[in-house]
Nanobody, 126 residues
Framework: QVHLVESGGGLVQPGGSLRLTCAASGLSLDRYSIGWFRQAPGKEREGVSCISKREGSTYYSASVHGRFTISTDNAQKTVYLQMTNLEPEDTAVYYC???????????????????WGKGTLVTVST
């Protein structure tokens, strides 16, 4: 059974940094695309970043490109999202999602992914 557990969220000041962690079990990072998505109050869930060894690609949304970095530790089945120069607009619940087949994740689409974690809240505020 697949489980995704996010951690690392919290309150940070604008310009600060956080590292989110997605601990995955029951799947192989070689076969699944794993992405980070976020949902702010009153808004739809949006793709932030995705990494896929299967597809051989990495995705960043335009709003985070150059500030966020996604990485994996295959041995630990962990996916990280290093977030720097955080802005108030980055405030959201961040979810980890996994896709077993296709290219939705690496194109930033959240609909139709196979598995989701419960999310971790990131608040960027003074």
């Amino acid at each position: 059974q697949v489980h995704l557990v996010e951690s690392g969220g919290g309150l940070v000041q604008p310009g600060g940094s956080l590292r989110l962690t997605c601990a995955a079990s029951g799947l192989s990072l070689d076969r699944y695309s794993i992405g980070w998505f976020r949902q702010a109050p009153g808004k739809e869930r949006e793709g932030v970043s995705c990494i896929s060894k299967r597809e051989g690609s990495t995705y960043y949304s335009a709003s985070v490109h150059g500030r966020f970095t996604i990485s994996t530790d295959n041995a630990q089945k962990t996916v990280y999202l290093q977030m720097t120069n955080l802005e108030p607009e980055d405030t959201a619940v961040y979810y980890c999602g996994a896709e077993s087949y296709g290219n939705k994740c690496v194109n930033g689409y959240s609909h139709g992914l196979d598995y989701w974690g419960k999310g971790t809240l990131v608040t960027v505020s003074t």
